[in-house]
């Protein structure tokens, strides 16, 4: 029976962990590929959140949520390469204490995400354009900023403990 260890092994040892490490340069492009969507999905969400909290009023509420779909692109573009990432040095992140403390925020923000889609979304679509949201929307903004400044954050810190060995 394989242990969780030994799972960690095969994926590095695997197709993408190998991959990964075969030259300094496909580490360096995923890099700017995981840097490209987490600016993507940083960016819309400040823009959105900032507008569910009522900071930006003057933009029209629909035109700030038009930004959600850009917010997706950079997520799945960062869960690409974040993945490869993992199976290039597994059980080094596992190790890691900040990549442990990124994936439950990870989790969290997409709990997030999903009780909005399906409890507040219509709700807001429905208001008038230059509206203000109620306190529990707003909770969740500051929740989703706060957790996306902090995944952020705690990629540095990964990057400073993993190290890299090529």
Not at 25 to 37: A, I
Not at 58 to 84: E, S
Request: charged share 10%.
């Amino acid at each position: 029976m394989m242990t969780f260890h030994d799972l960690l092994i095969a994926l590095k040892e695997g197709p993408i962990g190998q991959w990964m490490g075969a030259s300094s340069w496909v580490y360096t492009v995923m890099l700017m590929f995981h840097f490209t969507g987490m600016s993507l999905l940083f960016g819309a969400m400040l823009l959105v959140d900032l507008r569910l909290l009522g900071v930006t009023k003057q933009i029209p509420i629909k035109t700030a949520l038009a930004f959600l779909p850009v917010a997706i692109v950079g997520f799945v573009i960062n869960l690409i390469t974040g993945f490869c990432f993992f199976a290039f040095q597994p059980t080094l992140m596992w190790s890691n204490p900040a990549f442990k403390v990124k994936m439950a925020l990870v989790l969290i923000a997409g709990l997030n995400a999903l009780w909005f889609a399906l409890i507040e979304d219509k709700k807001i679509g429905a208001m008038p354009p230059y509206g203000d949201t109620n306190i529990v929307v707003k909770f969740s903004a500051g929740l989703s900023l706060a957790i996306w400044t902090v995944v952020i954050i705690c990629g540095r810190m990964i990057v400073g403990l993993v190290g890299l060995k090529f």
